[in-house]
T-cell receptor, first 111, second 115 residues
Framework: GENVEQHPSTLSVQEGDSAVIKCTYS??????FPWYKQELGKGPQLIID?????GEKKDQRIAVTLNKTAKHFSLHITETQPEDSAVYFC??????????FGAGTTVTVRA | EAQVTQNPRYLITVTGKKLTVTCSQN?????MSWYRQDPGLGLRQIYY???????DKGDVPEGYKVSRKEKRNFPLILESPSPNQTSLYFC??????????????FGPGTRLTVL
């Protein structure tokens, strides 16, 4: 089955700086890579996703890149703000609709 | 409003006392799933259902049961809870829409403590 590894497990950045979270996956058949943000006391919410026919996708301050050859994808948050503080999960989806999640990254934005 | 609801949100119980956590979605999604979240382990899938009366084991199914008698509901059953099932549980649903890559929506979570 799919194995997703996520790094780092914690990330502290100064407000206004950029944050980068990296994930690798094992199953070359995976073709869908969403990122979820989980705020305290809430369920994960999709913030951006990328499909295997695209190398990069951007949505305002958030961007995701995908390297299928190397089997890794990354989340980039620019101009970080205090409301970006949360736990972020990457995931990969294989042929049977199952999402396999990374262990999560706790992001803290220091004011 | 499109949503996934779970009840209860918080539950404290004792070892061996059967319990059910309900999950309901109003998006007419075919695919539903249960996860548990533990520190440092991320979200691990317990069971999933591709459609009514179709369920299958995820990565950590031991000690859990599910049923899918109606499309909108997917209850999680713990027949004899044990302390190692103390965790944060999430229900999720996902439509097919002709693509396997449709967005998955999560419920607000159920925090279960088994004493």
């Amino acid at each position: 089955g799919e194995n997703v590894e996520q790094h780092p497990s914690t990330l502290s950045v100064q407000e206004g700086d950029s944050a980068v979270i990296k994930c690798t996956y094992s199953d070359s058949a995976s073709n869908y890579f969403p990122w979820y943000k989980q705020e305290l006391g809430k369920g994960p919410q999709l913030i951006i996703d990328i499909r295997s026919n695209v190398g990069e996708k951007k949505d305002q301050r958030i961007a995701v890149t995908l390297n299928k050859t190397a089997k890794h994808f990354s989340l980039h948050i620019t101009e970080t703000q205090p409301e970006d503080s949360a736990v972020y999960f990457c995931a990969a989806s294989d042929a049977d609709y199952k999402l396999s999640f990374g262990a999560g990254t706790t992001v803290t934005v220091r004011a | 409003e499109a949503q996934v609801t779970q009840n209860p949100r918080y539950l404290i119980t004792v070892t061996g006392k059967k319990l059910t956590v309900t999950c309901s979605q109003n998006m007419n999604h075919e695919y539903m799933s249960w996860y548990r979240q533990d520190p440092g382990l991320g979200l691990r899938q317990i069971y999933y259902s591709m459609n009514v009366e179709v369920t299958d084991k995820g990565d950590v199914p031991e000690g859990y049961k599910v049923s899918r008698k109606e499309k909108r509901n997917f209850p999680l059953i713990l027949e004899s809870p044990s302390p190692n099932q103390t965790s944060l549980y999430f229900c999720a649903s996902r439509g097919y829409g002709g693509r396997r890559t449709d967005t998955q929506y999560f419920g607000p979570g159920t925090r279960l403590t088994v004493l």
